[in-house]
Structures are given as C-alpha cells and as structure tokens.
C-alpha cells in the first residue's frame, strides 16, 4: 500500500485577461495576454486509500458538484482534465483519491477559469500520480479540454495560464514570451453579466463566413495594433498602449462582441484618467481593462464601480 502514505498535492493555476487580440487571434493574427495572478483557481488531491482503486472522489463547492468521476459524463470539463492527464500517464486505474477544486477566477468573464481548472487539475493529477508533466504538455492537454467548450479556440488561454507569463501568441506557432519593460497598473472591471466565449466566437465565425473581407480587415487592424502593443511594452513605452486599447475596443465593436454594458464602463475608465480601455475576452458581458496612470488605478476602479461594474480590482502586469 505505497500510496497510503502520498501526501496531499495541491496545484494552482492563475487567471489571464487579453491585452490585445481577442477574436482576431482565431483567425491567425497575433494577441497578446497576461497571467492575473490576483484570483487563480486550484486542485487539492488527497489520497483515499479506504476506497477501491480508481475511484476518484470530485467536490467543487463553487459549482455545486459533489461527484465521482466514473459518474460525470466525458465531456464535464473537470472529468475531461481527469481522463486526459490519465490517458497521457498511460493509466486506467490509478490510486483512488480525492479532487476538490476551487476557483476566486469569475466563470465565464473572460479571466481563463475554464483554462485555469483544467491546469490546475492536470497539475496536481500528474503530480500526484508521480510523474508531474511538463508545461508544454500541460498546456497541449488544457487545449484539448477547451475544444470541448469553446468549440474553435485560438489556444491563448491555457498557453498564457500554463506559462504564468505575458505572451504573445499566434495560433499553432510557439509560445513567445514577452519582457514588460517596465511594470503597469490595469484596472478589470466585471460588467456581471455571463456571456460563453463559444457563442461570441460562434456568432463571429458566422457573420465571417456570410462576408470575408471587411471581417478579415478587422481582424488585420488588430493584429497590427498587437504588433505595435508588443513593441511599446518591451519599450517600456507603456502611454502608447492606451490608445491602441481604445482603437482595439472599436474594432470589436465593429465586430459586433461589446454590449453596453461593457462601452459604459469602458467610458467611466477613460473619464476617470484611464490612459485606454477595452473590453477583455470574448466580449458581450465579462470584463473590460483599463490602463492606469502610476497612482491612478484607486479612482478608476471606484468610477467603474460607479458606472455600475459588479466588481472591480487592479494588477500590476509585470
Ligand atoms: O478570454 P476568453 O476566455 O473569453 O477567450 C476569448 C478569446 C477569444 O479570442 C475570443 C477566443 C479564443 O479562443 O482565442
């Protein structure tokens, strides 16, 4: 009985916001995302070794799941992170344990949670089971987990979140990570309301499809300012950022992804000082950012909380 004596195993995996690109990157143009290290989810393992091997026990408070694993269907994203990390281990019948996950990252605003579970999970699992994986092969079967929900996803999110690093990312290149020259203060306001990526990125690939071309210069205008964003951070020229956010955030208007919900809080923040604003993720609720002049971010934050956000905090990209 080896395992009797495993000790816990716990692994963390932080949230993201998309500085740069979102949407554009699934069609080949490059983003830019960094780690947020303010909220993170994370999987706790303890071994259970009263119960028969295989059984693995889930409890995720937060989402109200009090299951066993053999009991999930296979597409249930933390089932899918469970049989993922196995099958990569070549092992159907591990030690039984328990996996408690919980999460402060908002579900379905934008921040990576769906990515960051999975991470975490597949972490700790590989830990646990003694061969811990590496982060290329964290972050390629994250991305399997993610086709599950996200349909056609670009692949940022558990590339940035595995890494724990700013990147610049275009789809099915390698990972390129980022120097921030110097350190600056983002403010991410949380409209409250919950809108799934997959149907953003559907309704997106829809309208694409039905008239190519203006679509595709959007997603070029874009992809150029994640060029010149990439440029200003290694710079350390951080006050360009902020109007190529504010350009950033037209074109996804244009591409129909803000709401006005989002443009209000987005408005709030450039009036308060903000430096630029846009919304972060797939757009239509979630959360926006905002740059924030050095000592300014308090004031912004209590506008956007002013203009209505659910919730507003600041990090420090560094
Ligand atoms: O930040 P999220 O998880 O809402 O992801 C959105 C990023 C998209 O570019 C819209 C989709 C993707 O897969 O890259």
Known sequence: MGFVSMPAISASAPGKVILFGEHAVVYGQPAIAVPVTEVAAKAIITPDPTATGGSIHITAPQINLDANFANLPSEDPIAASIRAT?????????????????????????????????????????????HPLPDDQVSALAFEVEKLHHGTPS???????????????????????IRIATPFSLVIADTGISAPTKETVADVRRV???????????????????????????????????????????????????????????LAAREAGALGAKLSGGGRGGNIIALAPEGRAAEIKTAVEGAGAKSAFFTTVK
């Open 86 to 130: 196995l099958d990569a281990l070549k092992l159907s019948q591990p030690p039984a344990f328990k996996l408690r996950v919980t999460s402060t990252i908002p579900v379905a605003g934008g921040l990576g949670s769906g990515a960051a579970v999975s991470v975490a999970i597949i972490r700790a699992v590989s830990a646990f089971l003694g």
């Open 155 to 177: 692949g940022i999110d558990n590339t940035v979140i595995t890494y724990n690093k700013a990147v610049y990312y275009i789809k099915g290149k390698s990972i390129e990570t």
């Open 208 to 266: 694409w499809e039905s008239d190519p071309e203006p679509y595709n210069e959007i997603f070029e205008s874009i992809g150029k300012l994640a060029v010149a964003a990439r440029a200003a951070v290694e710079q350390g020229n951080n006050e360009a950022l902020g109007p190529l956010m504010n350009e950033n955030h037209e074109l996804l208007q244009n591409l129909d992804v803000s709401s006005p919900e989002l443009d209000k809080l987005v």
